[in-house]
């Protein structure tokens, strides 16, 4: 007899945040009782065979084991033929076909977990039958999210409809794709904007059509943002089959043959037929410095966090700059950003325009010029930009520290290379901060900006 398991039992669509919550208990009993963590699920879906009809699904088997060891550490991914046969074992010959075949020495199931013939192996008779058969079992209750009990069949919807961050929010991390890179017609590589091709397996969702904002992981372990198209090419084809092109950002290299995992983290705009190829070109490079823009914020969000969690308490703001500052362009003719509808909640969310996308790199490289200096939250509102940053001084010692109208020459600098035009500052505001206390007082200025000038606009022109 080998070495016992704890044994988490389900399909396992997608992994999301109740999976989660299913496979770490697995782990945390394995780890009790010297046991093997492990996940036992079917290679189809059990309602393909049960109604006869196919399911479109999150992951693939493949793609389900990799998420459950990668994330979860679960040592051993079982996966069991859905066919006929295991569609009419009663429940209670399966039960006992994971003790004596799987050595199950614990059971960890959903609430909604059902098995067997009809579906008449409930997860409360199946801990019952553990109880009776020396075996442990643990039943997950629902996990909710937003009020809602979180679902395989909902992110489906949410992947279908390209709300990718919302979908990811349930997942509890990005939905993901691995494939090997195909060859293709090396437009993109005409175009000065290469692609690797990639394709989702047969009976995997297909997302929305469109762009996507994406990070791309390689073999060798690095990591690029990337554009990602998904869609028919409308611009260079005329069919009708589905690929999946992902333009890498800062990457020069071959990677045809090789497996690459590609995550979606946000849905840029719906797939279009352009009037030329130049068109496509621009549009792919704007595309790009979206995306940029996009994790750059995502970035900065997620330091906020640790930032009011306390991970910068003992700054000192009395021997090192802190700053919150004003920026107002000379040019009020074309504004630098717009406020759209976020999403269902109406909260506002702020579009850069070309100029702004520009100001924005600008803000964004400050830091890989200058030693000690951190940008730590930025808003840029239609004729004004806010910053909040930090200058360590002690970097004296190793590199030059500069002063505030040095930065501000320096982005007004680095903002006219993005936008081919001057854009210098009409005005400049500076405010120092003197302690932890104001730091995260600016902070929640920036913070409201865009929903005060939301507030504003029906009252200005």
């Not at 699904?57 to 994330?71: H, K």
């Not at 643990?138 to 992947?159: K, N």
């Not at 993005?418 to 929640?444: F, K, M």
Request: hydrophobic letters at 40%; glycine letters at 8%.
């Amino acid at each position: 007899m080998g070495k016992k398991r704890v044994i988490a039992l389900g399909f396992f669509d997608g992994i999301h945040i109740g999976h989660a919550a299913l496979l770490r208990r697995t782990c945390a009993r394995a780890a009790e009782i010297g046991a093997i963590p492990s996940a036992l699920s079917f290679d189809t879906h059990p309602d393909t065979l049960v109604h006869g009809a196919p399911v479109p699904l999150i992951n693939s088997a493949p793609g389900r084991a990799d998420l459950i060891r990668r994330l979860f550490g679960i040592e051993s991914v079982i996966f069991i033929h859905f066919d006929q046969t295991v569609m009419h074992m009663p429940w209670q010959d399966f039960a006992q076909t994971l003790i004596q075949e799987m050595d199950a020495a614990w059971l960890v199931v959903g609430h909604d977990f059902r098995f067997g013939w009809k579906g008449e192996g409930a997860a409360g008779r199946l801990a019952d039958y553990c109880a009776a058969h020396g075996l442990g079992c643990d039943i997950i209750p629902a996990v909710t999210l937003d009020g809602r009990v979180v679902s395989s069949t909902y992110i489906r919807e949410l992947i279908q409809n390209g709300e990718i961050e919302r979908a990811n929010a349930f997942l509890g991390h990005p939905h993901t794709l691995v494939d090997t890179v195909h060859y293709g017609y090396r437009l993109g590589t005409k175009m000065g904007t290469p692609t690797i091709n990639m394709r989702f397996p047969d009976g995997v969702l297909v997302p929305k059509y469109g762009v996507y904002a994406t990070k791309a992981f390689l073999e060798d372990g690095s990591e690029y943002m990337a554009v990602t198209n998904i869609g028919v090419r409308p611009t260079v084809s005329g069919g009708d089959r589905v690929s999946v092109e992902s333009f890498i950002l800062d990457f020069a290299g071959n990677l045809y043959d090789r497996q690459v995992r590609i995550e979606f983290y946000r849905f840029l705009r719906p797939e279009q037929r352009f009037a030329d190829m130049d068109a496509l070109k621009a549009q792919i490079l704007r595309d790009a410095e979206e995306t940029r823009a996009f994790f750059t914020r995502a970035r900065l969000a997620e330091e906020s966090k640790k930032r009011e969690a306390g991970r910068l308490a003992g700054y000192d703001y009395s021997r090192d700059g802190g700053y919150y500052i004003t920026l107002c362009p000379k040019d009020r003719r074309h504004p630098l950003s717009e406020i759209v509808e976020a999403d269902e909640t109406r909260r506002p969310a702020v579009h850069l325009t070309r100029r702004g996308a520009a100001v924005d790199a600008a803000i964004r490289a400050i830091p890989l010029h200058y030693d000690g200096v951190y940008v730590d939250k930025y808003v840029i509102m239609p004729n004004h930009v806010h910053l909040l940053l930090r200058i360590d001084h002690a970097c004296e010692q190793t590199a030059f520290a500069p002063t505030v109208p040095q930065l501000i020459r320096q982005i007004e600098r680095l903002a006219a290379e993005h936008a081919g035009e001057p854009i210098e500052q009409e005005a400049v505001s500076e405010c120092v901060i003197r302690d932890e206390n104001d730091y995260l007082t600016r902070w929640r200025q920036i913070d409201e900006n865009p929903a005060k000038w939301h507030e504003d606009a029906f009252y200005t022109e």
